[in-house]
């Protein structure tokens, strides 16, 4: 089967540095995405990695290792802001129509 | 921008009635999903249509359907609803084979009594 595993918390002050991980198990790999969700809103998508290595968007970036299954989100400068629920999720076995399945998200609470 | 919207944020319903949940995205998206989130299970997903009446079952379909006769508009069903459906039920909706970027609605938190 598929499945995806994050932490269920993660704590961090404001201005450090935090690294949400992400180990997955899939019978087709075709990258994996991130998405943040604040309390109370819609998920919205942050990133995406088909290939190995590191993206960067701003104070977020994202890493793929698909020969250890495995990927992280990291926040830089943290700000109270990024108080939220962050997912994974990768697309389903070798369905090209689009589906994903998501990791249970892990909850980051910055502190001042 | 892509907008995603859904019927009601909040639904208050008896149990055995029908329910009708409503999602409509103005971006031609081919794919339309729906979700229900529960704390510590993060997004389950119910139903998907990857084209105007065309529909599959996700994971959790058991006392859902879905109603898609228009491109832009994905309808829940739930035929006679339980206090188990309880939740936040999210739509959502993506561009094709670029699924690993989905669009979400602002969700409708539904109570059954």
């Known amino acids: 089967g598929q499945s995806l595993e994050q932490p269920s918390e993660v704590t961090a002050v404001e201005g450090a540095i935090v690294q949400i991980n992400c180990t997955y198990q899939?019978?087709?790999?075709?990258?994996l995405s991130w998405y943040q969700q604040h309390d109370g809103g819609a998920p919205t998508f942050l990133s995406y990695?088909?290939?190995?290595g590191l993206e960067e968007t701003g104070r977020f970036s994202s890493f793929l290792s698909r020969s250890d299954s495995y990927g992280y989100l990291l926040l830089q400068e943290l700000q109270m802001k990024d108080s939220a629920s962050y997912f994974c999720?990768?697309?389903?076995?070798?369905?090209?129509?689009?589906?994903?399945?998501f990791g249970q998200g892990t909850t980051l609470q910055v502190k001042p | 921008d892509v907008k995603v919207t859904q019927s009601s944020r909040y639904l208050v319903k008896r149990t055995g009635e029908k329910v009708f949940l409503e999602c409509v995205q103005d971006?031609?998206?081919?794919?339309m999903f729906w979700y229900r989130q529960d704390p510590g299970l993060g997004l389950r997903l119910i139903y998907f249509?990857?084209?105007?009446?065309?529909?599959e079952k996700g994971d959790i379909p058991e006392g859902y359907s879905v109603s898609r006769e228009k491109k832009e508009r994905f309808s829940l069903i739930l035929e006679s609803a339980s206090t188990n459906q309880t939740s936040m039920y999210l739509c959502?909706?993506?561009?094709?084979?670029?699924?690993?970027?989905?669009?979400f609605g602002p969700g409708t938190r539904l109570t059954v009594t």
């Open positions: 959502a909706s993506s561009l094709g084979l670029a699924g690993y970027e989905q669009y």
């Open positions: 899939t019978s087709g790999f075709y990258g």
């Open positions: 990695n088909a290939l190995d």
């Open positions: 999720a990768v697309r389903r076995g070798s369905s090209n129509t689009g589906k994903l399945i």
């Open positions: 971006m031609d998206h081919e794919n």
């Open positions: 249509s990857y084209d105007v009446k065309m529909k």
